[in-house]
Structure formats: structure tokens, C-alpha cells
């Protein structure tokens, strides 16, 4: 069975983009989100604009789990998610937690709160996912016994060949600095929320955020509570951070 490293987040992050290099490498099979079919599809709980369901795409927690897992068969698998599509079923699934490689990625909610709205106007605090994000990372780590990898999507933005170098250093991958660019343009992997990465699709690279964002907290103050709601759960996570060798300001 080959390896499978998973990236854990939440949206907004910048995990688009370092998922957009992993496909890049052409040495992993990437999945996009898989387990958002259990939370938005299947169980449907909640609302969520953009979504362009496939047909054919497996729908529940064990069958979404089986199609990652059974690609682990032919090579390498990298897959990116937010622990919300899943956390209940994660959490009582301790034989594939102990399975993965777990990676997370976090971005200060000051930014990323407000990037979310500007994409998805109705966001709620649930499916903001820094709490449930916390929780895993908590649980993943008392399971393993071992501290995840945990980078910053500052650093990524400031120096994204030192954060990305750093980072398949720490989980034991070979970095390729030419997956560090692309050609822009959608991917397949992204069909069924290609409305949620217009940035990362006109891209040529990881950069920093555009920060275009339509409302402000001024506007929209119930987003600021968001912020405080989430700032305990990424101050937790960040304080594990990988820093590259070429210090960025968060």
C-alpha cells in the first residue's frame, strides 16, 4: 500500500493552491475535497453555493473512504479536505487516522473570514471549520502520539518555496521546486466546486492573496464575532507551526 499524506483545513486557506502543486509533481493521484459529498450531498447539512455535484461520485462516508483508499493500490495518494465535510465520522474511524500522514493548514480568520463571505455571502460558523479543524488536529495527535505538520498560509504566501521545501521535508517527500508553477486553467479535480477557485485557476503559481474582498467587517459586524469565535482554534493549531528557513510575517 502506497502512502497518503492528507492536507487538513479549512476554506479560504490557500490549500487549493498547494493541493494545484501536488498535482503538479505528477508523481501523486490528488483528491479534491472528497468527503464534501458526505457533508453537503449525502447528509446535506447545510447549504452551499457552487456546487456541481458529479454524477456517479460516491455519496457516503465508508464508499467516499474506499474510493481514496483503493487508489493507494497503484501510487502515492495526496488528498486535501476541511475535517466539517466528516469530523464524526473521523473521529470513530481511528484505524484510518492511524493510516495517514496528517498535514494541516491553517490561515489567520481576519483574512480568510472575509474572503469566505466575499465567495459564499450566507457563510455560517459551522462551516467556517476552525473549531472542527482543531478538534481533529487535537485528536490526530493523541492517537499518533506525534505533533502534526502544521503550516501557515502567510508563510506560504511570503515564501512559498521554503514553506513547501520545509514542508516535504517533514512528512518525507522530495520536493520539487518546479511544481511550485503551473499553467492557469481548471482542473478536473475542482468540478464540483469550481466556482470556489476562479483565484487558484487563473494562477500560475502560489502567491500572495488578492484580498478583493466584496463586504467588510464594517458592513457585515457579525463577522467579526466569526473572528473571535475562530482565533482560539487557529491560535492553537498555529502555535505548532513549521517555519521555513526564510522567516514570513504573519
Given at each position: ?138 485528536a490526530v495527535r493523541e492517537l499518533t502520539g506525534e505533533t502534526p505538520v502544521v503550516i501557515n498560509a502567510a ?96
Amino acid at each position: 500500500m502506497h502512502p497518503s499524506i492528507a492536507l487538513w483545513s479549512h476554506p479560504r486557506s490557500l490549500s487549493t493552491a498547494v493541493e494545484r502543486s501536488f498535482i503538479e509533481r505528477g508523481d501523486f493521484t490528488v483528491f479534491h475535497e472528497e468527503f464534501a459529498y458526505v457533508f453537503f450531498m449525502h447528509e446535506e447539512r447545510a447549504a452551499i453555493p457552487h456546487k456541481n455535484p458529479q454524477d456517479g461520485h460516491p455519496l457516503t462516508y465508508p464508499d467516499v473512504r474506499r474510493m481514496m483508499e483503493d487508489a493507494r493500490a497503484e501510487r502515492p495518494v495526496f488528498h486535501k479536505d476541511f475535517p466539517y465535510h466528516c469530523l464524526d465520522h473521523l473521529l470513530a474511524d481511528p484505524e484510518y487516522l492511524r493510516g495517514q500522514t496528517h498535514t494541516f493548514l491553517v490561515r489567520d480568520p481576519e483574512e480568510a473570514v472575509l474572503s469566505h463571505a466575499t465567495v459564499h455571502p450566507g457563510v455560517t460558523r459551522e462551516v467556517l471549520g476552525y473549531e472542527p479543524l482543531a478538534r481533529l488536529f487535537d485528536a490526530v495527535r493523541e492517537l499518533t502520539g506525534e505533533t502534526p505538520v502544521v503550516i501557515n498560509a502567510a508563510d506560504l504566501a511570503a515564501d512559498a518555496e521554503g514553506t513547501l521545501s520545509a514542508y516535504c521535508a517533514a512528512i518525507g517527500v522530495p520536493f520539487r521546486p518546479e511544481a511550485l508553477r503551473w499553467s492557469s486553467g481548471e482542473r478536473g479535480e475542482w468540478a464540483t466546486w469550481s466556482g470556489w477557485h476562479t483565484d487558484v485557476a487563473a494562477s500560475t503559481g502560489i502567491g500572495a492573496p488578492a484580498r478583493k474582498y466584496r463586504v467588510s467587517y464594517d458592513e457585515a459586524p457579525h463577522l467579526r464575532e466569526f473572528v473571535q469565535y475562530c482565533k482560539p482554534f487557529y491560535d492553537h493549531i498555529d502555535q505548532y507551526r513549521l517555519r521555513p528557513e526564510k522567516e514570513a510575517v504573519a
